[in-house]
């Protein structure tokens, strides 16, 4: 970011201290429990601000979701601001549309 002062343009070299990455890992213990483990990481200070374990009976989708949500309550409450995307291991369905020919092409 600049500063504007006197004419002079001075570079501002503080970083924003909400600034937060997060991770969430989801393991298959057996073919009915997953272990869930969401990590969020201070960027400037480089240290871990929240850390949740617990195991689930969920598939992988839904355990995702609900430690997104858990991940994203604490973010709002703690007044930070997430840097990226969740990293995750779980694949993330998506919908894309598909370019369709029509006659007037």
């Known amino acids: ?8 343009i001075t570079e501002d070299d503080e970083k924003d201290n909400s600034a937060v990455i997060a991770s969430i890992n989801v393991k298959r213990i057996n073919r009915h429990t997953r ?15 929240y850390t949740c374990e617990y195991d689930t009976l969920n598939a992988d989708l839904h355990a995702y979701y609900e430690a997104a949500e858990a991940v994203k309550k604490y973010i709002e409450d703690e007044d930070y ?4 995307e969740i990293m ?8 894309e549309t598909v370019s369709k020919g029509n006659r007037w092409d």
């Not at 970011?1 to 006197?6: D, G, N």
């Open 35 to 49: 272990q869930v483990r969401a990590v969020v990481v201070s960027c400037n200070e480089d240290r871990t601000v």
């Open 81 to 84: 601001i997430l840097d990226r």
């Open 88 to 95: 995750t291991n779980v694949e993330i369905p998506f919908v």
């Open 1 to 8: 970011m600049r500063l504007f002062k006197k004419g002079e």
